[in-house]
């Protein structure tokens, strides 16, 4: 299984970019996918995640900022991300967890896309 991350850039503050993360592999179904995002000496911590059945979540400080969707047929989970501040620039990485084509479940890290916030 393979996550490909992507859409990062560099954007001024007050601006938005929308990041994909494409799934492929033998995968028989996605349970959860959540975007994370990691600052230069910071931990890395969630941002925002989705199930399958749709429901979503947020830290509080992208709430009404940042969007989670997915779209099944492609694999593909997005965030839309609106009003960005220069706090906001870091790597941001997807995770999914997957339960492969023979049952098994598994977590999946894809590669980190960065995105930098000019103020």
């Known amino acids: 299984v393979q996550l490909q991350a992507s859409g990062g850039g560099l954007v001024q503050a007050g601006g938005s970019l929308r990041l994909s993360c494409a799934a492929s592999?033998?995968?028989?179904?996605?349970?959860?996918v959540a975007w994370n995002r990691q600052a230069p000496g910071t931990q890395r911590d969630m941002v925002a995640a989705?199930?399958?059945?749709?429901?979503?979540k947020y830290a509080d400080s992208v709430k009404g900022r940042f969007t989670i969707s997915g779209d099944n047929a492609k694999k593909t989970v997005y965030l839309q991300m609106n009003s960005l501040k220069p706090e906001d620039t870091a790597a941001y990485y997807c995770?999914?967890?997957?339960?492969?084509?023979?049952?098994?479940?598994?977590?999946?890290w894809g590669q980190g896309t960065l995105v930098t916030v000019s103020s």
């Open positions: 995770a999914a967890n997957v339960v492969m084509l023979g049952g098994t479940e598994y977590d999946f």
């Open positions: 989705i199930t399958s059945g749709g429901s979503t």
């Open positions: 592999g033998s995968i028989f179904s996605i349970n959860t």
